[in-house]
Each structure stands twice: as C-alpha cells, then as structure tokens.
Nanobody, 124 residues
Framework: QLQVVESGGGLVQPGGSLRLSCVASGFTSDAYVIGWFRQAPGKEREGVSYISASDGSTRYADSVKGRFAISRDNAKRTVYLQMISLKPEDTAVYYC?????????????????WGQGTQVTVSS
C-alpha cells in the first residue's frame, strides 16, 4: 500500500527554521514525485515545493524561493523540506503528497497519495 507520512512541524519564532520530513512507503522504484503543499486558515491549499525521486530535479513556489530547500534520501524513502527565515505568513498545515512518474506538476489534483498534515506555526 502506497502512503506518505509527514512530520516535523511545530511552533517557531519569526526568522527561525524548521525541517519537515516525508516518508514514502510502498514505492518499489524511484519513479515517483513528492510535493509539499500547505493550507493556511481560510485559504486554499497551495503548492510549495516538489522533487523527483529519480533525478532530484526540484521546483519551488515564488513565495518560498531562497528560503525553503527540498531534498531527498532515496535509501530512506524520505524527502525533507528545510525552511529558514520563516515568516508569520508561512503558518499553515503542511502536507506531503506523492504521485507516480517523473514530471513535477503543481496542480493538487495530480497528486494521488496524501499525508495527514503537520502544523507549522510561526509566531513570537
């Protein structure tokens, strides 16, 4: 059974850092893509960053470029989202999602497998 489980959220002060983790299980090869999405209260879910497990290619939303970095450890089937210089507007529930294949689509509907989400709160 294919599934993803995210962890690592918490409360952090503005300017602080957090690292989120997403463990993907059930995939028998590296032919899959992981996306990080987030949803703030009262707002629509939006894409943050994406990575291909096969070749490590990445993609970022403009709002997080230069502050967030996505990486992978295929041996652990784990994708990380390192977040620095966090802002109050980064506060949201962060979701990890997976899809089979090699492309890095940004549309939510293209991702088949979703985690339960982890809360990130940036506040002083």
């Amino acid at each position: 059974q294919l599934q993803v489980v995210e962890s690592g959220g918490g409360l952090v002060q503005p300017g602080g850092s957090l690292r989120l983790s997403c463990v993907a299980s059930g995939f028998t090869s590296d032919a899959y893509v992981i996306g990080w999405f987030r949803q703030a209260p009262g707002k629509e879910r939006e894409g943050v960053s994406y990575i291909s497990a096969s070749d490590g290619s990445t993609r970022y939303a403009d709002s997080v470029k230069g502050r967030f970095a996505i990486s992978r450890d295929n041996a652990k089937r784990t994708v990380y989202l390192q977040m620095i210089s966090l802002k109050p507007e980064d506060t949201a529930v962060y979701y990890c999602a997976a899809r089979r294949g090699f492309r890095l689509p940004t549309r939510i509907s293209e991702y088949e497998y979703w985690g339960q989400g982890t809360q990130v709160t940036v506040s002083s």
